[in-house]
């Protein structure tokens, strides 16, 4: 994912790293003693750096996907897993960064890179898997693909009145046979995004997109984006209740106002 | 390692190659908190950082250095 701020600075985020022209980035993993709240290993001072931690250790804290690598313990014995359910498309993650690094500013562009469409119902039934791969890695995986959807779908409302700024490439079809761990299979991979790269719409997609990141018109701040779009502006304060802000902090009941509020300040 | 490592994306792929072949060819023989070994993998990821950093106990944050004006 690439966010632009306005003027010079470059943010480009491949799956989980925030960068800048400047080379800002950071990774997303949880602390498996509370699961509600993102962890961000930056590679840049902010208040709430890990000043002691490795690259190595980062990379293996957000790769240690449940079920497939044990969690990692950083620090004072903090143990880490993988951003997992909520976080594997971390759009939300990075505009609250950018905010709060760059608020005043206005957003040139935000582009998600996801890593392949998998539609739920193309998962075969859990009978047939059973003996080969645990049901709640099926669920787990199930989970992760309706997750990133569903935040795609909040950032197209999000963006909705700024159409050339929010940007989403993702393999649409052949990714969802394609286990996580299956390696030998990355020729098919490569195969299924050269076809997706070569449709007619991702590619004029693609041109926009290079003149968009070469010229941003930068246009509102991400605060002004939570207000501008007529979602998130219908009245008084208990709709921005219902806004699909900050994923991490859903509750039964909807979603946490003090997340949405720290995200997008209200009128 | 498009980032910390500055990697250009085709030597990017290459090493995710690699990296995946010696991570996900064994899986445990007996499964328990994980399905493969995550020693492989953090030997992986080490090896990686070494061969960009020459450390491969480089820190994750970049003190100032990545804050001034590069070009």
């Known amino acids: 994912m690439n966010l632009r701020v306005a003027g010079r600075e470059y943010i480009s985020f491949s799956s989980v790293y925030l960068v800048l022209h400047l080379f800002l980035s950071f990774v997303c993993a949880k602390n498996a003693h509370n699961m509600n709240i993102p962890i961000l290993f930056r590679t840049y001072e902010s208040h709430e750096t890990h000043p002691e931690c490795k690259i190595w250790e980062a990379a293996r804290a957000t790769s240690a996907t449940p079920m497939f690598f044990k969690r990692i313990e950083i620090g004072r014995a903090q143990p880490f897993i993988d951003g997992g359910v909520g976080r594997n498309n971390p759009s939300w993650v990075v505009l609250d960064e950018a905010n709060s690094l760059f608020g005043a500013r206005p957003i040139g562009c935000l582009v998600s890179i996801g890593t392949g469409k998998v539609e739920a119902v193309s998962i075969r039934r859990p009978s047939f898997f059973q003996q080969i791969i645990p049901t709640d890695v099926i669920e787990a995986l199930k989970a992760i693909a309706t997750d990133c959807e569903d935040t795609h779908e909040h950032m197209l409302r999000l963006f909705a009145q700024l159409p050339t700024t929010y940007f989403r490439l993702n393999v649409e079809q052949g990714m969802e046979r394609i286990k996580l761990s299956k390696w030998e299979r990355l020729s098919k991979v490569e195969a299924h995004t050269a076809q997706y790269l070569r449709r007619k719409e991702v590619d004029k997609k693609l041109v926009l997109l290079g003149k968009i990141v070469a010229a941003p018109k930068a246009r509102l701040t991400i605060e002004q984006l939570g207000m501008y779009n007529p979602h998130f502006q219908s009245g008084n304060g208990s709709s921005l209740l219902q806004c699909p802000l900050g994923p991490w902090n859903r509750s039964s009941t909807g979603w946490n106002a003090s997340t949405v509020r720290h995200l997008w300040p209200p009128l | ?71």
């Open chain 2, 1 to 71: 390692m498009l980032e910390r490592l500055r990697m250009d994306v085709f030597t990017a792929i290459k090493h995710y190659d690699t990296m995946v072949k010696d991570v996900f060819s064994h899986p445990k023989k007996r499964p328990g908190d994980g399905k493969f070994k995550a020693t492989k993998l953090e030997a992986a990821i080490k090896s990686i950082v070494k061969d960009v950093t020459g450390n491969s106990e480089s820190p994750l944050l970049e003190r100032n250095e990545s804050t001034g004006c590069r070009t």
